[in-house]
């Protein structure tokens, strides 16, 4: 509590956990939670919280209620079990004594280790919000997601999620790796969405006994040609039988003509056929002779 008001001193956001705010001591023999213990510890969090809050609030600074499945108080555990539920109801506690003060600039995260679960409390918080008639944005993530491969795919497939439902507000990949290697992983998922657009989309087929040159290799060499030219779709497809009507409307496309030429395309028009030696020359030359080119 003393660090985070100190720390509110000095930045614009202040993260707190609801679970260990008021640290309860856990008793193993404990068997029921009366209500007036339940509602004393509540006092406790109130007069805990309050300074906090009031220099947040003076101070136009935000915070975030940062409830996470792995360390729920003692008490909601046992109200709610380890549950969405206890997690959503020691956020709204939170958020109640924060309204009560008159304190509205909140965040809330409610983030657990499995997908699942992340899900099912964000989709009741986002009901019992609405319900409330709260309008707090929620900061997405799946914690301790892990490194590699799959952390990537477990944040995603929590976080993305969400967002294709329309909730949440803002989004945090948390990988045991450098934290810099978290930031792509955010731009991609918001890409793929189409939420927001800050790299070339690629769109490429996935090679078949049609396709007429080394797909992945002609990818490869696109992409290293043209990944600074955000905001563009480029296509890279194995042949004119099913690669035009599958460019998904791509700004441009290589598609493989016959064996040795591609056809570069513009939209869903053929511009020209060049031998696939020259192709992603050609493919540059088009983009320039559009005006659509920037220097890397
Ligand atoms: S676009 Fe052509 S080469 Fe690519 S997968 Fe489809 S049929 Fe095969």
């Not at 193993?28 to 509540?42: L, M, N, P, V």
Request: net charge negative.
């Amino acid at each position: 509590m003393k660090i985070a008001l100190e720390v509110a001193k000095h930045v614009d956001k202040v993260r707190i956990n609801p679970g260990l705010y008021v640290f309860e001591k856990p008793k193993s023999d404990r068997t029921e939670y009366a209500q007036t213990e339940f509602d004393e510890i509540g006092d406790k969090i109130f007069e805990t919280l309050e300074p906090l809050v009031v220099s947040l609030r003076d101070q136009g600074k935000a915070m975030r209620i940062g409830v996470n499945h792995g360390s729920l108080a003692e008490r909601m555990l046992f109200t709610y079990g380890d549950t969405p539920e206890g997690m959503v109801e020691s956020a709204l506690e939170f958020i109640r004594i924060c309204e009560s003060l008159d304190f509205r600039n909140i965040v809330i995260s409610l983030k657990a280790s499995r997908a699942p679960v992340m899900l099912a409390a964000y989709r009741l918080m986002a009901q019992r919000m609405a319900a409330l008639g709260m309008d707090y944005p929620l900061h997405l993530g799946v914690t301790e997601a892990g490194d590699g491969e799959y952390g990537r795919i477990k944040s995603t497939a929590g976080i993305a999620t969400l967002l294709a439902e329309g909730i949440g507000d803002t989004i945090r990949v948390s990988l045991t790796e450098p934290p810099e290697k978290e930031i792509p992983v955010c731009y991609g998922i918001l890409q793929a969405l189409g939420l927001r657009k800050t790299m070339v989309e690629y769109v490429a087929c996935p090679s078949c006994g049609r396709t007429l040159f080394n797909l992945e290799d002609v990818l490869h060499k696109v992409r290293e040609a043209t990944n600074h030219l955000t905001g563009l779709d480029i296509a890279v497809m194995g042949c004119i039988v099913n690669g035009p009507g599958e460019m998904a409307d791509a700004d441009y496309g290589y598609v493989g003509k016959q064996a040795g030429y591609i056809a570069l395309y513009r939209g869903r028009d053929e511009i020209k056929r060049v031998p696939e030696s020259e192709g992603v020359q050609e493919l540059i030359n088009l983009i320039k002779a559009d005006g659509r080119w920037v220097e890397p």
